[in-house]
Nanobody, 123 residues
């Protein structure tokens, strides 16, 4: 069974920082693109940042210059460093990954999501 487990959410004051982590576990052969999405109350889920297996990154305009996505391929983990947080960053943050895993004797491709971690930016 393959799963993603997020950690690092919480309550932070405006202007503060948080670092989210997302670790993949299971019979994983290869991690392809990984990313962070968020969903605020009453809004649709949106892409925050993504990173390819080669390290190419992409960011939503609203977080450029404040958030940094990175990955540790040896640990099958993706991170999101969030600085200069604003109240509008308040949301449940979800990580996702496209990966190859072993299922019996077969290699399979899978898109998997974490359970989400709540980030609240408030004074």
């Amino acid at each position: 069974q393959v799963q993603l487990v997020e950690s690092g959410g919480g309550l932070v004051q405006p202007g503060g920082s948080l670092r989210l982590s997302c670790a993949a576990s299971g019979s994983i052969v290869r991690m392809n693109a990984m990313g962070w999405h968020r969903q605020a109350p009453g809004k649709q889920r949106e892409l925050v940042a993504s990173i390819t297996s080669g390290g190419t990154t992409n960011y939503a305009d609203s977080v450029k210059g404040r958030f940094t996505i990175s990955r540790d391929n040896a640990k099958n983990t993706v991170y999101l460093q969030m600085n200069v947080l604003k109240p509008e960053d308040t949301a449940v943050y979800y990580c996702n990954a496209n990966l190859i895993y072993v299922n019996g004797i077969a290699y399979r491709n899978l898109e998997v999501w974490g359970q989400g971690t709540l980030v609240t930016v408030s004074s």
